[in-house]
């Protein structure tokens, strides 16, 4: 398999070799993957609503009515 990095993908890992995080690029690499297979595991351990809630707060990020932000309209139907 052959995983293509964009360049600033690429100097953020340089970055962490030459911090001493990491001992090379494959360990880099497995670091993160390993780091996302947990959270995949994470995200199958909640409920269907707490899912579902997650779904809500992405598809809502950045939406506007008329320039006004869905957390504003929120809060303002609080009131």
Same mark, same amino acid.
């Given at each position: 398999? @052959?995983? +293509?990095?964009?360049?600033?993908?690429? %100097?953020?890992? *340089?970055?962490?070799?030459? =911090?001493?995080?990491?001992?090379? /690029? $494959?360990?880099? /690499? $497995?670091?993160?993957?390993?780091?996302?297979?947990?959270?995949?595991? =994470?995200?199958? +351990?909640? @409920?269907?609503? *707490?899912? =579902?809630?997650?779904?809500?707060?992405?598809?809502? %990020?950045?939406? +506007?009515?008329?320039? +006004?932000? @869905?957390?504003?309209?929120?809060? $303002?139907?609080?009131?």
């Amino acid at each position: 398999m @052959t995983i +293509t990095l964009r360049p600033e993908q690429e %100097r953020l890992i *340089q970055q962490a070799i030459k =911090a001493g995080l990491y001992k090379s /690029v $494959d360990e880099a /690499v $497995d670091s993160a993957l390993e780091s996302l297979g947990k959270q995949e595991a =994470a995200h199958w +351990t909640l @409920t269907r609503s *707490q899912i =579902a809630g997650q779904r809500i707060r992405e598809l809502r %990020r950045g939406l +506007t009515l008329n320039g +006004t932000s @869905t957390r504003e309209l929120i809060e $303002d139907g609080r009131e």
